[in-house]
Every structure is written in structure tokens, then in C-alpha cells.
């Protein structure tokens, strides 16, 4: 087994779109991280009737482990809904590009799946160039 399918199988059971209660949904996207110490989190999405925890299942997994472990950096990531990621399904949301450079600026290496089956993947810079906070850390 490795790492990727590792991760695959570690969010793979979260996967179950539900409506948890009449303003909460949940489950309809799953995934896995490593951490830069090597811990594996995962995380599903969220959703509420209020729009304040409207969150991806990418971003539930990075607050896991910032509250779990206080890890900010992340080796590599896998996000799906009921198969894994075959293509462009797999990256995350311009919202969570965000939320991981903001994490932390080394995240501009993460890895991130795109093809399960190929073992085709992306690094967070390549989808997500030029980041306005490196031109901010840039500036004296
Ligand atoms: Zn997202």
C-alpha cells in the first residue's frame, strides 16, 4: 500500500452525504492529509442552514490537525466524493488554496492528487501561482 492509498482509504468510510438534522449537511466530500511530521487527518464538509460553517471537506481535515497536533505544513492531499479523483474533480476550491497557503507559505509544495488510478498529482503553486501573501512577505 502507499501513501496515497492510504489516505484514500482513510477518508474513503466518511463518505456518506447526510442531512444530519433539518440545517446541517454533511459528508458529501471527504478527505485525507499527511502532515509534515507524517500524521494522517481527515476531514468531510459541512454545511449549515446559518452560512457560518460552510466549510470543504479539505479545510475540516486542516483543522484537525492544527487542533490535534498544531501542524500547520501538509506533505499531500486527496479530496473526493464517492470515487476517487480522476481529474480536475480533485482540486481543492479557490477558498481552500487560500485557507492552506495562509496556513503556512510552504504549502506551496503540497501535493495534491488529481489521478488516483494514474497517480497523477499537482502541487498547490502550479494550481495557485503568484499568491498575493508571498508578495506581501516580499515587502519590508
Ligand atoms: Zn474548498
Sequence with gaps: MDIWEKLYLSAKPLYKPQEINDFVYA??????????????????????????????AERVALLNMLQDSG??????????????????????????????????????????????E???TTTLKEIFPNWWGTIKTNKK
Aim: with cysteine; hydrophobic share 35%; aromatic share 6%.
Design 71 to 116: 501542524e500547520m505544513e501538509v506533505k499531500r492531499m486527496i479530496a473526493f466524493r464517492d470515487a476517487p479523483p480522476t481529474g480536475l474533480d480533485g482540486l481543492p476550491c479557490g477558498t481552500c488554496r487560500e485557507t492552506l497557503m495562509e496556513f503556512s507559505p510552504k504549502n506551496a509544495d503540497t501535493e495534491i492528487m488529481v489521478n488516483y
Design 27 to 56: 459528508n458529501n466530500v471527504v478527505c485525507a492529509l499527511e502532515s509534515k511530521s507524517g500524521k494522517v487527518y481527515t476531514g468531510y464538509c459541512i454545511e449549515m442552514a446559518c452560512g457560518t460553517i460552510n466549510l470543504c
Design 118 to 120: 494514474k497517480r497523477e
